[in-house]
């Protein structure tokens, strides 16, 4: 007896629900016939045998989500097999196990513990708490072998997490019995790195660590565009959805007319948990999901609508994939919350940096060259001062303005790596040449990795600096929670009206972007005027402190 399995039904149709079973057990078919009605997201279909034989057994029911290669039938006398392609053979072999094995993944995490119980005198380190929101990071180098014995607060790992490279010490002691880790792999918080002998096991807050980690991440500014979504996973209910998002809103039981409104509404399928029968999704449980997103997400704060899956690159020609660094993933995540929770303007301007040009140079020499974004720096932390709301974070939560009495000012380096963010503190008290020294200071650890987390929070403001790279304006985005950034372009000499003649002057094209919620047009036209006065007469100010 062979089994009849569902076959291929079109690009990117993965499955489909059982409208109508057109055959009964002991009915004769002959290759092309039609066998089920399906309905997939926008279709309902017919589909036809791939082989003649005798109907043993209907293994599936009207109302049944189908996968592509899931088997359907059972052929008695049948002149082909009728397994069809290997393709949707291996479909099945994927899907059917991660299907089973979701589930009971949250009892995984639970494994390490009763293991680090396990022989006398042998118990596992788990890597410890790296940092606020940290969850994971790569294994860029591992720093011990087996046989060394460790002690307390040793350094045994570096981690790269998503903007930097950190030393993990050891928070026990004991001698290295294995490494259950290699140089390049991802490791979670709380995750079993080594097993060491005559030493007590990491701290036991790292499980919790573990699993409570989707829901930190509703909280910090990557999660912007995702924060809506965690606190959705409901009371048992949601544990079952759960295993609907890895496959990307492919394997969602839900009918054209629902996936029509869900699309309407810019509503992620692949989170709404399903109250019909084997989790299908309603019209009712989408408007449920809606509202409850409009009830638990920060006011103001952006929807995140899932993005389509993508084509097939490979018909076109060769493709080659590689995966995100650390860094691109997260600037992808907190870029993404930025845009969408965030309504921006833009306003331009140009400023003569003519005379601040000759300032510059008179102050660098052959030892140490100053450039200009350390004096636009200097000006920014004044006129953050002057105008106090640019210096302010929106938290809509409370409905509350968070106004900041310092002034730390982040600055863009373009590194290897994608972009980083190091932040000068109290940038109102330094001098232009200590800024330059500090600013030269941290791009240059950056570059090289060795810029810590530290340095890259507590930002008020940003700046963003192409100049050295080219072009003539561009729109940053606002680095939240920040309210603010300003984008510096190349400058170039151009033919200005001045006292009735036109001179060569030096322009430089600045671009300031802020969040129209805390900021009204005027004051920002105000804000990039007053910068671009203060530049143009650096004599004014008092630059050396």
């Known amino acids: 007896m062979a089994e009849l399995k569902l076959p291929e039904l079109g690009e990117n149709i993965t499955q489909g629900t059982v409208t109508k079973i057109l055959v009964n057990a002991g009915d004769p078919i002959k290759k092309g016939q039609n066998i089920l009605e399906l309905e997939t997201d926008k279709a309902v279909l017919e589909v036809p045998s791939n082989a003649d034989g005798v109907v043993g057994e209907v293994l599936i029911k009207s109302g049944a989500v189908v996968k592509v290669g899931q088997p359907i039938f059972k052929l008695t006398d049948s002149s082909t097999t009728a397994s069809t392609p290997t393709p949707t053979e291996t479909k099945i072999i994927q899907s059917k196990p991660e299907a089973k094995s979701e589930p009971k993944a949250p009892a995984e995490p639970a494994k390490p513990v009763p293991a680090a119980s396990g022989p006398v005198g042998i118990s596992e380190m788990k890597l410890p708490t790296l940092g606020e929101n940290i969850e994971k990071g790569t294994v860029t180098k591992i720093l011990v072998k087996v046989g060394d014995t460790l002690k307390k607060g040793q350094n045994i790992l570096e981690i790269e997490t998503d903007k930097a490279v950190l030393e993990v010490p050891s928070a026990s002691e004991g001698v290295i019995k ?87 509404l810019g509503i992620d399928l692949s989170k709404v948990p399903g109250s019909g029968r084997g ?130 000012i982040g600055v863009a380096v373009d590194t290897d790596r994608g972009l980083l963010v190091p932040v000068l503190k109290n940038v109102d008290k330094m001098s232009v040449l200590q800024i330059n020294d500090e600013l030269t200071a941290m791009a240059q650890r950056a570059r090289l990795r060795k810029i810590t987390i530290e340095e890259m929070q507590g930002g008020c403001f940003t700046l963003s600096n192409l100049g050295g790279i080219g072009g003539t304006c561009f729109t940053p985005i606002v680095n939240w929670p920040e309210v603010a950034i300003l984008g510096v372009s190349r400058g170039s000499m151009e033919q200005v009206y001045v006292d009735g003649n036109f001179v060569p002057r030096l322009m430089l094209p600045l671009s300031l972007s802020y969040d129209h919620r805390m900021i009204d047009g005027a004051d920002g036209a105000r804000f990039i005027r007053w910068v671009c006065e203060a530049m143009q007469h650096p004599s004014l100010l008092d630059l050396n402190k």
């Not at 606190?231 to 609907?244: D, E, G, N």
Request: charged share 20%.
């Open 178 to 264: 294995e490494i259950l880790i290699k140089a390049g792999a991802v490791v979670k918080i709380g995750q079993p790195v080594f097993k060491i002998e005559g030493g007590a096991s990491a701290p036991s807050p790292a499980p919790a660590a573990q699993t409570t980690a989707p829901a930190a991440k509703a909280t910090p500014a990557p999660g912007g565009a995702s924060s809506p979504v965690e606190p959705v996973k409901r009371p048992s209910a949601a544990v079952t959805t759960v295993t609907f998002s890895p496959v990307a809103g492919k394997d969602i039981p839900a009918a054209p007319s629902v996936r029509l409104l869900a699309r309407e």
């Open 279 to 408: 989790g299908r999704i309603s019209n009712d449980d989408v408007k449920a999901y809606c509202k409850m997103l409009n009830t638990t997400r920060p006011a103001g704060g952006g929807m995140a609508v899932a993005s389509p899956p993508l084509p097939n690159f490979t018909k076109w020609g060769n493709v080659r994939r590689e995966a995100m660094s650390n860094v691109r993933k997260k600037t992808a995540e907190h870029l993404s919350n930025a845009w969408t929770s965030i309504p921006h303007v833009t306003q331009f301007d140009k400023v003569d940096i003519t005379e601040l040009e000759k300032l510059r140079k008179s102050l660098s020499d052959t030892d140490k060259k100053i450039s200009v974004t350390p004096f636009i720096i200097k000006v920014l932390a004044l006129g953050l001062k002057k105008f106090p709301q640019f210096n302010s974070s929106i938290d809509m939560t409370t409905q509350e303005i968070v106004f900041k009495d310092y002034i730390n």
